[in-house]
């Protein structure tokens, strides 16, 4: 079988029977052209020959008996075939069967993939005139609206044919156990790829899901599969589908109210949301009020001011720098920051290969009007690049272009961090580029105080997990990890380790008042030196403990002696700045090579285990 446009060639022979097999070949397949050699059978074989062709029997009998007259034919195919022999004859073919034959056929087929052609286009334009169809593909943010609109939908929980899903969208886990069970995954029951009919507002819909299959693959494989719904319903009016739209759209909002989305650019250069979290407290991070309160109340005062920035002609931009120490809680406080603000967070990873000048100044004009759109590390992609290949990703000169030239989004609060303030160009942090910096040093006493109050709550006289203890992936690796923080994560990473390093009564969850939680952090803060851990250091040291305060007040002091000695056992680099505080500096710890971790964290643990006996 060929296509529409490809060329049918079929041969005709003697015999009736290869009538019968070839011309089907050749006019089922709507070819423009058809070129054929006529059979020389006897009229009385063709008929019951082709009785078995369905339509194409009429052609190859028009075709086989236009040359002799069409009395047995129906009405309309005579006038066909008188049309076509007429037509032979024009052409001065009368007298070759062969070739008037296949001349016959090609003029035949030619009017039949016409009629198909047009027929097409008739429902086609029917359809549109009585069908409203909306369309979603799983590329779209729309898809996942849907999808989670459907599944709450009655039809899908009484579906026969229905799909099983743990989630509706990246980063859009359903946020149960249904019975508040976190262990067990959420699940959502969707009608399954094929045709369904539902309800909605009293009429009848049809929906049909459709997996298209990985080009190459003969297996459709969830990852990379896309997937496409379309909705439909008999009428003129766009009304209803897009009243369905809005309410899925509106649904999904609200599922996320409580929740902070985080969007990241994919491989073609558009947003793609990649996960959801709860919101994140702003009395989670620690750090000074004043600073906090500061940025906070500069930011709602920004976006309530639109129309002074308009009356001024300034554009309606904001931009905020957090520098410091790894681990000093830049990035958390922005994810407390939006979540405050109600906003979503837009990431633009610098480093991309992908990224270019154009992509980024795209991503960055579609960003939406209320966001924080959020640079990490904004030094490094541009210090990486030295090193690599200069063509590739983003010019510096593009970053620029793309934050504050004429396309760049308004509204948005543009907040990079960097871990190094003195390698930034001054250009990228003038006035009106950053209108905010703040420094995140490392713990003062008071935070380590504060830190250790947090991350011991209490309530009715029982102890439980911190907000920060139930985020367990949140002790995040350092991008310049000190000794004590490698050696607590590694702890922390097997929880295993940590239960058999301590024993039952260590595990036991203590009661104490809120006055001797109290009493144990300001310990706990008289032997951390002021400003030589990171928040992040103190919180790695206190998971290792996070039952037992009185045991991390314990141990603090080694804690702290270990992180001095780390020069001396060799295995880890410690750059001091001795003149002014003898203490470590900015640049903190950081590590030769993989080897050395792995020996450091192995002694450390034999210490450790030593210790405990
Ligand atoms: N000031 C803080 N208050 C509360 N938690 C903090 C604070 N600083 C760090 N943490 C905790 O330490 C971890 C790392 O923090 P975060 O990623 O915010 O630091 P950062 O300054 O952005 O580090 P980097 O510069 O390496 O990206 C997180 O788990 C966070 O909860």
């Known amino acids: ?53 369905g339509r194409n029997t009429l052609i190859g009998g028009l075709a086989l008996t236009g040359h002799r007259g069409f009395a047995s034919l129906p009405e309309g195919a005579q006038e066909v075939g008188k049309l076509v022999s007429s037509a032979t004859e024009k052409m001065g073919l009368g007298d070759n069967q062969f070739a008037a034959g296949g001349f016959q056929l090609a003029l ?87 045709l369904h009919f539902f309800w909605y507002r009293n009429r009848l819909l049809w929906l049909h899901r459709e997996r298209a299959r990985p080009a190459g693959s003969t297996v459709a494989t969830s990852g990379s599969a896309v997937e496409n719904i379309t909705i439909s319903t008999i009428g003129r009016s766009r009304d209803l589908i897009q009243s369905l739209i809005l309410e899925a759209q509106r649904k999904f909002i609200d599922r996320d109210q409580s929740r902070t989305v985080i969007f990241q650019a994919d491989q073609y250069g558009a947003w793609r949301r990649t996960k959801s979290r709860p919101k994140r407290p702003l009395d989670t991070i620690v750090m000074d009020p004043k600073l ?82 959020l640079i990490e590390d904004v030094d490094a992609a541009f210090v990486q690049r030295e090193s690599q290949d200069a063509a590739k990703g983003i010019t510096f000169s593009g970053l620029l272009n793309s934050v504050d030239g004429v396309s760049a989004q308004e509204g948005r609060i543009l907040c990079m961090t960097t871990n190094h303030l003195e390698r930034l160009d001054e250009a990228l942090i003038r006035p009106g580029r950053v209108d905010v910096r703040a420094k995140f040093g490392k713990a003062s006493q008071l935070q380590a105080k504060e830190l250790f109050i947090k991350f011991y709550p209490h309530v009715s006289g029982t102890r439980v997990d911190s907000s920060v203890s139930k985020e367990p992936n949140n002790n995040k690796r350092l991008s310049a990890p000190s000794n004590l923080s490698e050696t607590t994560n590694y702890l922390d990473n097997g929880n295993s380790t940590v239960s058999s390093m301590t024993s039952p009564a260590e595990n036991a969850i203590n009661s104490l008042s809120a006055a001797q939680t109290e009493a144990l952090a300001t310990q706990f803060a008289k032997v951390i030196p002021d400003q030589m851990f990171s928040i992040a250091q103190l919180q790695g040291f206190l998971m290792g403990y996070k039952k037992s305060p009185e045991l991390a007040v314990k141990h603090a002091e080694k804690f702290v002696r270990q992180a001095g000695s780390a020069e001396v056992s060799g295995t880890a680099k410690v750059e001091y700045d001795e003149e002014t505080t003898g203490k470590a500096s900015e640049k903190q710890f950081y590590w030769e090579d993989d080897e050395e971790k792995q020996g450091f964290r192995e002694e450390k643990e034999r210490e450790r285990k030593a210790s405990l006996k």
């Open 1 to 53: 079988m060929v296509g529409m446009s490809a060329v049918g060639i079929g041969v005709g022979t003697a015999t009736t029977t290869t009538v019968a097999a070839t011309y089907p070949l050749l006019l089922s397949s709507s070819s423009m052209l058809g070129v054929g050699l006529r059979a020389t059978t006897s009229a009385g074989c063709a008929r019951p020959c082709f009785a078995s062709f």
């Open 292 to 373: 906090k309160n500061y940025i906070v109340e500069d930011a709602k005062e920004f976006f309530a001011s639109e129309s002074w920035y308009a009356e001024r002609g300034l554009p309606f931009r904001r931009g905020l720098l957090l520098y410091g120490s790894p681990g000093t809680g830049k990035t958390s406080f922005i994810h407390a920051l939006a979540g405050e603000l109600g906003l979503n967070i837009y990431v633009v990873n610098l480093s991309s290969k992908n990224l270019t000048d154009d992509t980024l100044s795209e991503l960055v004009s579609d960003t939406p009007s209320r966001c924080l759109l």
């Open 108 to 194: 035949i087929g030619g009017i039949l993939a016409g009629i198909r052609v047009l027929g097409s286009y008739a429902i086609e334009y029917f359809k549109k005139k009585i069908i409203v169809t909306a369309e979603f593909d799983s590329r779209d943010e729309s898809y996942s609206w849907i999808l989670n609109w459907l599944s709450d939908h009655p039809y899908s929980k009484k579906a026969t044919h229905f799909s099983v899903s743990t989630t509706i969208a990246r980063g859009a886990q359903k946020i149960n156990g249904e019975g508040g069970d976190s262990a067990i995954a959420a699940t959502y029951f969707l009608p399954a790829p094929g």
